[in-house]
């Protein structure tokens, strides 16, 4: 017997998100091939999440984006990705640590991956802007459903 405990799960979900960093890595060296599209979710309290005070507010536990058409300056490491998109308009810009990502789908692939939330400490999300400080057309909620795979 010995001393320690093998964490499958955590070995499970830390190849899986190296798979969302391969795909991301690709997407910013080469762009997205075909079709292909990235719905990703993430937890926004993550204590190593960059996003802007107004984002945040908006946004005080998670947000999904897209990454299709409208994006710019994906760039991939082993930490994190950083990506500029717009909301309501105006230019964000994110760095998403991998291990804030709740869900990775690539619905032209039918393919979706889920990641369990590793242990982190969420930050202080009280801000000067108020919830209410919403930008106009942010609170679209996606549903992930049709895309996941119905023959598990």
């Given at each position: ?150 023959d598990d």
């Amino acid at each position: 017997m010995t001393d320690y405990e093998i964490d499958y799960p955590r070995l499970v979900d830390d190849a899986l998100r190296s798979v969302a960093r391969s795909v991301l890595a690709r997407a910013a060296a080469e762009g997205l091939p075909g079709e292909h599209h990235f719905y990703i979710s993430f937890h926004t309290d993550h204590p190593d999440l960059q996003m802007s005070p107004s984002l945040r507010a908006s946004y005080p536990e998670e947000m999904t984006i897209i990454l299709q058409n409208q994006y710019w300056d994906l760039s991939v490491d082993q930490e994190g990705f950083e990506v500029m998109l717009r909301f309501a308009g105006e230019p964000h810009h994110l760095r998403v640590p991998w291990l804030a990502l709740k869900s990775f789908v690539d619905p032209e692939a039918e393919f979706g991956l889920r990641f369990d939330a590793h242990e982190t400490e969420p930050v202080d999300t009280a801000e000067d802007e108020s919830p209410d400080a919403r930008p106009e057309g942010s609170g679209d909620v996606i549903s992930l459903e049709e895309f996941r795979n119905r023959d598990d």
